[in-house]
Nanobody, 119 residues
Framework: QVRLQESGPGLVKPSQTLSLTCSVS????????MAWYRQAPGKQRELVAT???????NYGDSVKGRFTISRDNAKNTVSLQMNSLKPEDTAVYYC?????????????WGQGTQVTVSS
């Protein structure tokens, strides 16, 4: 049994900062990629950021320079620091991890957490 649990939800004003953390628990042998995705109402789920075990990162174009993804391999957590938030960042944010549980590799998802940016 594997579980991904995001922090939140969060309500902030434009230009403010918010941090999300996702904790991975359960029968985990190893974690490969970790990522954050988001889905706004009426839109498809989009990639926000990814991070490898070694710390290499990749960001969606709309968040480059404003968001920072990080992970703690010892604690099996991944975080997303969101700066200079805009109303268009409003969405449900999902944590994703590609990991090995016993002999099975697969993608696992959190239940999502609402982030609202509004004045």
């Amino acid at each position: 049994q594997v579980r991904l649990q995001e922090s939140g939800p969060g309500l902030v004003k434009p230009s403010q900062t918010l941090s999300l953390t996702c904790s991975v628990s359960g029968s985990i042998f190893s974690i490969n990629f970790m990522a954050w995705y988001r889905q706004a109402p009426g839109k498809q789920r989009e990639l926000v950021a990814t991070i490898t075990t070694g710390g290499s990162t990749n960001y969606g174009d709309s968040v480059k320079g404003r968001f920072t993804i990080s992970r703690d391999n010892a604690k099996n957590t991944v975080s997303l620091q969101m700066n200079s938030l805009k109303p268009e960042d409003t969405a449900v944010y999902y944590c994703n991890a590609n990991l090995r549980s016993y002999s099975v590799y697969g993608d696992y998802w959190g239940q999502g957490t609402q982030v609202t940016v509004s004045s």
